[in-house]
């Protein structure tokens, strides 16, 4: 009854530290990546009638509305997608739901673990129990897990580590009956943890490992365990390979998906050390914190530098302790193990996962470092340093307690996260374009006229900074064309887009905003000179070839040049009304009345209710002395259109 009691208070205790530390959380809003699976996702926002689209495609897809394999081997992962979708269907976009969600999984994720450490040992001691519980306790406060748990879209990570740890402790049940339901629910739970994200497969390692290494059953038994979680770690790779298709490893030539793009192989992996030493320290000391890590806040590291020996060394000496370890089953074996295996496929050691680090990607690995620090405080715990270590645990307790609850401020918003984050991450060049882009948002939105040219030019300089680290980084591009129009012109801002055009052909964004400027440029020249430029970017573009035809044609009459545009516009789009308006036109005033007709009487077939085609036709069947047909003509235009005044032909 006593350990009973016992139980009930630590449980107590975890999910009252839970709460408390991330209540602040729901008031919070959408920030950084729930556009692209909530707010902006096309299938979620269909609720119900989504979810099919969401399972039957990457989960990128909802949101660009096709599939893009932005970063190597694409990305399946519906479950929280789904979740999202459902959420949708009965609250709308309600971020307090969203929330509220994650905090309850996050608390029941605390919760499973300790069972599960608690578990491990066949007849647990205080000791062992302790430390079990101080390790979820420590997990619960770490601050590094807040980007898991105050984004909404980290439910991913917190899901995928909930359902394997329900797969591990399955398994555990089934070592004590032997019933073969528990391997059933395991295998099930994996599989969906894997559906949440890719990662969870390390567990189909981890936990038949464990098994042998705790001595919770034969080697035998583990091999048994190991075979229904391989099961299901296939069933997975069928169905992602089935939706992705052949999508393969191959590395992207974008600096913001590929980090290592301009990496040597000796940079690359002296860099991947770099980090896994960074991420050691986050999981000791966490701050500070950002959610940006991108070139190149991150920089590349010399392979002959210090911090690569450093980093050798170290990962050397964890890896000759774990080895050496498995012989006795030493427990720091087990958890460098652990921390390796969950962790490999998010270091960017064999493929790129699109960024250098993300403090998401330790929300599993980080249990090690919670367990030697919670193993450590309990053997301490017993010397004479008992008074010193209480003090000690204490303010871990409080610093990460406080530090958590700031940071959850952090990811209030896009707005105020990317404005604390900059101060952080200044030499990143996402992080200087997403700030630059706000800026300009909030000087669309002033009508002050000398605050909204401040704000400009600050937005002006973070985006020259990002260009700075990033010269060919488009987005930064379009965001400094759209500054330059409105504080300089928008002939000068057609240098930015053109700049994008010239490397990617067929990107919307420069080609919209191009079209804008170029039709704001007041002289005539100017506007030829850009719409030639955007004429030799892609030829069979209409935009600029009709504009171009008109320029030559009714500002230039340079008929010569511009009727032969006109024409290859109006084959281009057939259905522009306007486009064969000036092409008739065009016609007309170099007296090719026979064309004019041939094309104009099509055009009043096609557009029967426009009286400006009835007009035009009129005028070139009186020039072509068809005076009936053109009286007839002029009547419909001015019954189609009221701004066009009634025509009586005198044919003396």
């Known amino acids: 009854m006593r350990t009973y009691k016992n139980i009930d208070w630590r449980l107590f205790t975890l999910l009252l530290v839970v709460f408390a530390l991330y209540v602040n959380t729901l008031k919070n809003q959408y920030a950084l990546d729930d556009a692209i699976v909530i707010t902006e996702n096309q299938h979620v926002k269909k609720g119900f ?40 269907q009965f609250f709308g976009q309600n971020p307090f739901i969203g929330h509220l969600i994650n905090i309850l999984l996050y608390a029941l994720t605390v919760l499973i673990l300790w069972q599960v450490l608690s578990m491990l040992i066949q007849n647990p001691d205080s000791n062992w129990l302790t430390i079990a519980w101080i390790t979820a306790l420590l997990f619960a406060i770490h601050p590094i897990h807040t980007e898991a748990v105050a984004n909404i879209k980290g439910r991913d990570e917190i899901l995928t580590f909930l359902l394997a740890l329900l797969a591990w402790q399955k398994t555990i049940q089934w070592t004590k009956d032997h019933n073969v339901k528990h391997l059933i629910w395991a295998t099930i739970l994996l599989f969906l943890g894997m559906l949440s994200k890719e990662h969870a497969v390390a567990f189909v390692f981890i936990i038949p490992f464990s098994i042998w290494f705790f001595k919770l059953d034969t080697a035998k038994k583990s091999i ?51 980090t896994f030493l960074w991420y050691l320290k986050l999981l000791v000391w966490p701050h500070p914190l950002t959610y940006d890590y991108y070139p190149y806040h991150v920089s590349l590291i010399d392979p002959n530098s210090i911090i690569t020996f450093v980093g050798i060394i170290i990962l050397a000496t964890l890896t000759i302790i774990a080895i050496i370890g498995l012989r006795k089953r030493n427990l720091a074996s087990f958890w460098i193990i652990f921390f390796g295996a969950s962790f490999i496929l998010m270091s960017n050691l064999f493929f790129t996962v699109g960024t250098f680090m993300n403090e998401r990607f330790m929300f599993i690995p980080s249990v090690s470092i919670c367990f030697a620090i919670a193993f450590i405080i309990v053997k301490l715990h017993q010397t004479k340093f008992k008074k010193q270590i209480n003090i000690l645990v204490a303010a871990i307790i409080i610093l990460g307690a406080i530090k958590t609850i700031d940071r959850n401020g952090d990811w209030y918003n896009d707005e105020v996260l990317f404005m604390t984050d900059i101060q952080v991450s200044s030499n990143s060049a996402k992080s200087n ?19 909204q040219r401040k704000l400009l030019i600050e937005a002006n300089n973070y985006l020259d900074k990002a260009l700075e680290i990033h010269p060919s980084y488009n987005d930064a591009k379009l965001l400094k064309g759209n500054v330059v129009f409105q504080l300089q012109s928008a002939y000068a801002a ?31 020249d100017q506007r ?35 009727i032969p545009l006109l024409e290859k516009a109006v084959r281009i789009n057939p259905s522009s009304k306007e486009a064969i308006k000036d092409l008739g036109i065009a016609y007309g005033m170099t007296g090719n009345y026979l064309k004019s007709e041939v ?51 005198n044919q003396k």
């Open 224 to 274: 048994i365990a190991f075979v229904p979680l391989l099961i299901a770690a296939l069933a997975f790779v069928i169905l992602r390979h089935n939706v992705l298709g052949g999508t393969r490893l191959v590395e992207g030539i974008e600096l913001m998906n590929n980090p290592f793009v301009d990496a040597t192989m000796g940079q690359r992996y002296a860099t991947i050390l770099f």
């Open 49 to 88: 009638r989504g979810i099919g689209d969401i399972l039957s495609n990457e989960t990128f897809q909802g949101f660009f509305g096709q599939q893009k394999e932005l970063v190597a081997g694409g990305r399946y992962r519906p479950l929280t997608l789904v979740m999202f979708a459902i959420e949708y």
């Open 494 to 524: 057609m240098s930015w887009y053109l700049s994008i055009l010239e490397r990617a052909k067929q990107h919307t964004n420069a080609w919209k905003n191009s079209l804008i400027a170029a039709s704001a440029i007041n002289d005539t």
């Open 433 to 451: 374009v997403v700030v630059g882009g706000k800026l300009s948002e909030q000087a669309q939105k002033t009508t002050d006229s000398i605050q």
């Open 599 to 649: 094309l104009l009487t099509k055009a009043t077939q096609q557009f029967p209710n426009d009286g400006q085609l009835q007009y035009n036709l009129a005028i070139t069947l009186y020039n072509l002395k068809k005076f009936d047909e053109a009286q007839q003509a002029f009547d419909k235009a001015a019954k189609l259109d009221k701004t066009i005044k009634p025509v009586k032909i």
């Open 528 to 562: 030829i000179e850009i719409y030639s430029k955007l004429h030799n970017i892609d030829s069979n573009r209409f935009e600029p070839i009709h504009n171009l035809g008109l320029l030559y044609s009714r500002n230039k009459l340079d008929y010569q040049r511009g």
